[in-house]
């Protein structure tokens, strides 16, 4: 069973950082595009940043640009979001998502992902 959980969730003030981590089970996360997603209260759940099952192409909101870096340790079986200059905007919980197997670099990123974690929140204010 395919399994994701979330961690490195807090509270940081305004231009920290924080670094996310989604841990897979029960699979091999090298097959599988990845996506970090967020949803802030109220609102709907959004994009944030996406890689490629071969690691070979990767994408990122235009909020988040130049801020966030998406990365992969397979051998780890983790994907993290690294996440600096952090804004109040940036308030949100994150969820971790992955879609495949594929056995080309394939890049995926969309809301019908296969497996999604449970999430973890980032709360930056001052």
């Known amino acids: 069973q395919l399994q994701l959980v979330e961690s490195g969730g807090g509270l940081v003030q305004p231009g920290g950082s924080l670094r996310l981590s989604c841990a897979a089970s029960g699979f091999t996360l090298d097959y599988y595009a990845i996506g970090w997603f967020r949803q802030a209260p109220g609102k709907e759940r959004k994009g944030v940043s996406c890689?490629?099952?071969?690691?070979?192409?990767?994408n990122y909101a235009n909020s988040v640009k130049g801020r966030f870096t998406i990365s992969r340790d397979n051998a780890k079986n983790t994907v993290y979001l690294q996440m600096n200059s952090l804004k109040p905007e940036d308030t949100a919980v994150y969820y971790c998502?992955?879609?495949?197997?594929?056995?080309?670099?394939?890049?995926?990123?969309?809301?019908?992902?296969?497996?999604w974690g449970k999430g973890t929140l980032v709360t930056v204010s001052s």
């Open positions: 890689i490629s099952s071969g690691g070979g192409r990767t």
């Open positions: 998502a992955v879609r495949g197997p594929y056995y080309t670099d394939t890049y995926y990123c969309d809301y019908d992902m296969n497996s």
